[in-house]
Every structure is written in structure tokens, then in C-alpha cells.
């Protein structure tokens, strides 16, 4: 399972580093993802990193603000989130993905608890 931490509050314009790690097993092999979900929303994709982290996705909203890579040493994909809006304001969430150019829900595993980011404005 994956575990997601450094959520928090934080006003508008501000940043926040998000980090996901796993318990018990590696995910080196695996491409990695981030979600967010805002109340009475649906879970929507944030970001994703191939295995090696040389190749990245973003969705619209956040290209240009967030950034996400990994240290596989560490067993560890991060989330930095630069600019923060109110907007940004959800749960979010890791996960992992054998393919690449997914950005469904659906198309990745192993869930875990999220981190709630809460954004001032």
C-alpha cells in the first residue's frame, strides 16, 4: 500500500511537497501517479512519472505549477506544488501503473490513504 504524506495548509501562492512511499514492497518497476479529489468531486489526475522518472505527465490545470519526480534509492515519488491555488484544495493521492499515458482512476492500483491539501485564499 502507499502511503501519501506533507499535505497541509497553506495560503494562495504558496507551496507544499507532497511525498508517497511504500510499505513492504518497491515500486522501482512501476510508472507512478497523483490524484486529487475535492469535496463532491471526482477523482481526477494530477501527474505521473515513468519508472526511470525520465518522462513526466501533467494535467492542465497544474503544468507549469507542480512537479513530480521519484528516488528510487528512497522508494519515494514526490509532488512539489509551487503557486498553489484555492482551487488546488483536495485529497491527494499515489498510485502506481504499468502503462503510461493513463489518466484514469481506473487504469491504476495500489491505493492508499491520502493527504489532504488545503489551500487559503
Known amino acids: 500500500q502507499l502511503q501519501a504524506s506533507g499535505g497541509g495548509l497553506v495560503q494562495a501562492g504558496g507551496s507544499l511537497r507532497l511525498s508517497c512511499a511504500a510499505s513492504?514492497?518497491?515500486?522501482?518497476?512501476?510508472?507512478m501517479g497523483w490524484f486529487r479529489q475535492a469535496p463532491g468531486k471526482e477523482r481526477e489526475f494530477v501527474a505521473a512519472v515513468t519508472w526511470s522518472g525520465r518522462a513526466t505527465l501533467y494535467a492542465d490545470s497544474v503544468r507549469g505549477r507542480f512537479t513530480i519526480s521519484r528516488d528510487n534509492a528512497k522508494n519515494t515519488v514526490y509532488l512539489q506544488m509551487n503557486s498553489l491555488k484555492p482551487e488546488d484544495t483536495a485529497v491527494y493521492y499515489c498510485?502506481?501503473?504499468?502503462?503510461?499515458?493513463?489518466?484514469?482512476?481506473?487504469?491504476?492500483?495500489?491505493w492508499g490513504p491520502g493527504t489532504l491539501v488545503t489551500v487559503s485564499s
Open positions: 498510485a502506481t501503473t504499468t502503462g503510461w499515458g493513463y489518466r484514469a482512476p481506473a487504469d491504476f492500483g495500489s
Open positions: 513492504g514492497r518497491t515500486f522501482s518497476g512501476y510508472n
